[in-house]
């Protein structure tokens, strides 16, 4: 039976996000958190993967008391287990410290055949995550997966189509392994009336700093983030261009010409 791990993130709705232009800070306030759309995707190819093999899927995710809606979100769609790694110490930590914290706390909940991750997150959009956490757990990784084709659990290997800039590419990695996930083939499914109710109510086990064995606070929130943000901001607007339609082709030419001398 696989033992599979999601990693999600609530993240704010950046649609309704907005830059003070005095702080550089993102205005949070009044703008709803949401499970980070591309995680949703990896979430949704867990489950299959646990519907088509059999096993247990839990997720685990980093944040504040508030990230509880979203694995009750994941719990809803098929998560078995959900579990919030909440404290203040973990607070303003980059990819590095979250990853740290994140397979530590993996650790004691058991060894992961699968572990399933979103590409980015729409507030950070770094891509490092995935690739930090493969390493932390010591496991091989396929990014970008457009599909998964088949897990052959004897010889403990997963096939698997990647999407690359120039076409897609069929790999195989050993288990345990590291998947990133496209939307393309895992649009997130909705849940059943059935078990949104049960996730309403269903237990989510909490671990914070003080609870993870061995957790080293050198490592972890502020001090454990090498990454530092000094300033956030939007992009300058440049100015408009122009649209030339003289009636003709030639006309429109002769009248970019012009203008390009004009320049120079």
């Not at 996000?17 to 306030?29: A, E, N, Y």
């Not at 010889?155 to 590419?169: D, N, P, Q, S």
């Not at 083939?185 to 949104?196: A, D, G, S, V």
Request: hydrophobic share 40%; net charge negative.
């Amino acid at each position: 039976m696989l033992n599979i791990l999601v990693c999600v993130k609530q993240v704010p709705d950046v649609n309704l996000v907005k830059i003070d232009p005095v702080t550089g800070s993102l205005i949070r306030k009044g703008v709803p958190a949401i499970l980070n759309p591309l995680d949703a995707n990896a979430l949704e190819a867990a489950v299959q993967m646990k519907e088509r093999y059999g096993g247990l899927v839990t997720c685990i995710t980093m944040g504040p008391d508030q990230a509880e809606e979203a694995l009750r979100e994941c719990l809803a769609a098929g998560t078995d287990k959900a579990v919030l790694l909440s404290d203040r110490a973990f607070a303003n930590a980059d990819t590095l410290a979250t990853s740290y914290v994140i397979a530590s706390a993996a650790k004691l909940l058991g060894s992961f055949d699968l572990i399933f991750c979103g590409k980015e997150s729409l507030d950070g959009a770094t891509g490092q995550m995935a690739s930090q956490l493969a390493e932390r757990f010591d496991a091989s990784q396929l990014s970008c997966t457009e599909e998964i084709l088949s897990l052959n659990e004897t010889e403990m290997t997963i096939t698997a189509r990647r999407e690359l800039e120039k076409g897609v590419e069929t790999a195989q990695a050993q288990l345990p392994c590291l998947l990133t996930v496209e939307k393309t083939n895992y649009h997130p499914r909705i849940p059943n009336l059935k078990r949104w109710k049960a996730s309403r109510t269903a237990e989510i086990v909490r671990y914070n700093s003080q609870t993870i064995p061995g957790l080293d606070l050198a490592q972890i929130g502020d001090p454990g983030s090498p990454t530092k943000v000094p300033r956030t901001y939007p992009p300058e607007a440049g100015s408009k261009g122009m649209m030339i339609d003289e009636g003709s082709l030639d006309k429109s030419v002769e009248k970019l010409a012009g203008l390009i001398r004009e320049v120079l």
